[in-house]
Nanobody, 124 residues
Framework: QVQLVESGGGSVQAGGSLRLSCAAS????????LAWFRRVPGKEREGVAT???????TYADSVKGRFTISKDNAKNTFYLQMDNLKSEDTAMYYC??????????????????WGQGTQVTVSS
């Protein structure tokens, strides 16, 4: 059974940084596509970033140049480094994974394993 456990959320002032982690069990992060999504209450879940098995990444336009997705195969963990945070980044952040080697940034139905979510709050 695949389990994804997030950590690293919290509160930060605008311009600050946070790093989210997603530790996987029952799944090998080097195998498929990994993603981060976020959701603001009242809105649909938004794709933030993906990294495929080859290390290729994609980002939502709203976070390009500020967020970096990465993975550590030895730790079986992947990350979302968030720099220069803005108030509009405030959301619940979720990690997700699929065994498929291709990634789809905004397609929530494509991912069959999800973390429980971690809250990020950015104050201006």
């Amino acid at each position: 059974q695949v389990q994804l456990v997030e950590s690293g959320g919290g509160s930060v002032q605008a311009g600050g940084s946070l790093r989210l982690s997603c530790a996987a069990s029952g799944y090998t992060v080097s195998s498929g596509c990994l993603a981060w999504f976020r959701r603001v209450p009242g809105k649909e879940r938004e794709g933030v970033a993906t990294v495929d098995r080859y290390g290729s990444t994609t980002y939502a336009d709203s976070v390009k140049g500020r967020f970096t997705i990465s993975k550590d195969n030895a730790k079986n963990t992947f990350y979302l480094q968030m720099d220069n945070l803005k108030s509009e980044d405030t959301a619940m952040y979720y990690c997700a994974a699929t065994w498929s080697f291709r990634c789809r940034l905004g397609d929530t139905s494509y991912y069959n394993s999800w973390g429980q979510g971690t809250q990020v709050t950015v104050s201006s």
